[in-house]
């Protein structure tokens, strides 16, 4: 639906306001046409200065930033051919779906028919057809993302930017309206640069996803990528939702957490000590059996009913707090026998 999608190319971006700290320092990414880049990291961590950056609302301190290898320089946003979508929509709330959606088409002179066509093939691909008529303050948060996205596309941009597009929309909704807002984004073949601070909902909606820490880019690669080999521990706790704990090397592919908790690694171990990521799903109490006894003990601090299994928090004896998975109740303060799952392998992140 958007005709020649563009590629994005940060080279060496940094940038600080008023020559304070930098906001942005060295980022490199490169984003191929028609793919969907999702930033995450925590706040402040200069995800939306980057949305800025590209849109033409900041300027770079230094590198270069280029649209289909054409530097940006300071090109004004009015001809970088980039949608936006902030996180409030910021919709008309007098005029109706229609007239938003056919906003920045009048503000370019577009004739009449063009107009009437193209916000009908927005209002059609966006799935909004029965609203066009309705004013926007009628609608639902749902319903408001869907006209702000069909407004931004409307205008055929060749990069579409948007700025925690769900974060206005209760927890229920989002999960809900995840799927559709991918399949919005793939019908409509625009690159993409989302930002967000759901891990979850990188993993379902990107292509490729950066992972940000004070400006810089800790890691970017796939959202298997970043699970299955977590550049350090940073990527580990926020992408992968791990703890991070100490290990002793056992051999080139195994690894002593704890007395009596042993797992094998994904990749080798090469120095005496490394840090292991130890996701949740991961770790298992096991029955209170003989061979139980030399296993590592887990002595339970809470738990709370996740819906599909229980999330146990607890402390490994030797190693430090962690959660797991349990498909029963357990007892707040009661010990159990815990261990790696069976197959499971786990990230050296770091020395």
């Not at 001809?79 to 959606?101: C, T």
């Not at 926007?136 to 319903?143: D, Y």
């Not at 590592?296 to 430090?320: L, P, R, Y």
Request: aromatic share 6%; hydrophobic share 45%.
């Amino acid at each position: 639906m958007t005709a020649n999608p563009a590629s994005l190319s940060f080279e060496h971006i940094s940038f600080a306001y008023s020559q304070g700290r930098p906001v942005v320092r060295d980022v490199c990414l490169s984003v191929r046409p028609g793919e969907i880049v999702v930033l995450v990291g925590p706040s402040g961590c200069g995800k939306s200065t980057l949305l800025r950056l590209v849109a033409g609302l900041l300027f770079p301190t230094e590198g270069r930033l280029l649209i289909d290898d054409a530097d940006t320089g300071t090109l004004p946003p009015e001809k970088r051919q980039v949608g936006w979508v902030p996180q409030s929509y910021a919709l008309f709330e007098h005029l109706s779906v229609r007239d938003n959606i056919a906003f920045g088409l009048r503000m370019r002179g577009a004739a009449k028919r063009e107009i009437a066509q193209r916000v009908g093939e927005m209002l059609e691909l966006c799935r909004i057809t029965e609203l066009a008529d309705r004013h926007v303050r009628q609608l639902s948060g749902g319903q408001r993302q869907r006209v702000a996205i069909a407004r931004a596309l409307a205008v055929s941009p060749r990069v579409l930017l948007l700025d925690e597009p769900l974060a206005a929309l209760d927890p229920q909704l989002r999960t809900a309206i995840r799927a559709d807002l991918e399949a919005l984004l793939r019908a409509s073949g625009v690159t993409t640069l989302f930002v967000t601070h759901d891990q979850a909902e990188a993993m379902a909606v990107a292509d490729r996803v950066a992972v940000l820490r004070e400006g810089r880019v800790e890691q970017f690669g796939t959202p298997q990528m970043l699970w299955r080999s977590p550049a350090n521990a940073f990527v580990a706790e926020f992408f992968g939702g791990a703890t991070v704990l100490p290990a002793e090397r056992i051999s080139e592919f195994y690894v002593r957490i704890a007395p009596g908790l042993e797992a094998p690694t994904a990749s080798p171990v090469h120095t005496a000590r490394c840090q292991v990521a130890l996701r949740q799903s991961d770790l298992e109490i096991v029955p209170q059996n003989g061979t139980a006894e030399s296993l590592a003990q887990f002595t339970v601090k809470g738990s709370e009913f996740s819906g599909d299994a229980f999330k146990v928090t607890g402390e490994v004896a030797g190693a430090g707090v962690v959660t797991l998975l349990h498909d029963q109740p357990v007892v707040t303060g009661q010990t159990y026998p815990v261990r790696i799952r069976a197959g499971r392998a786990l990230s050296v992140v770091g020395e």
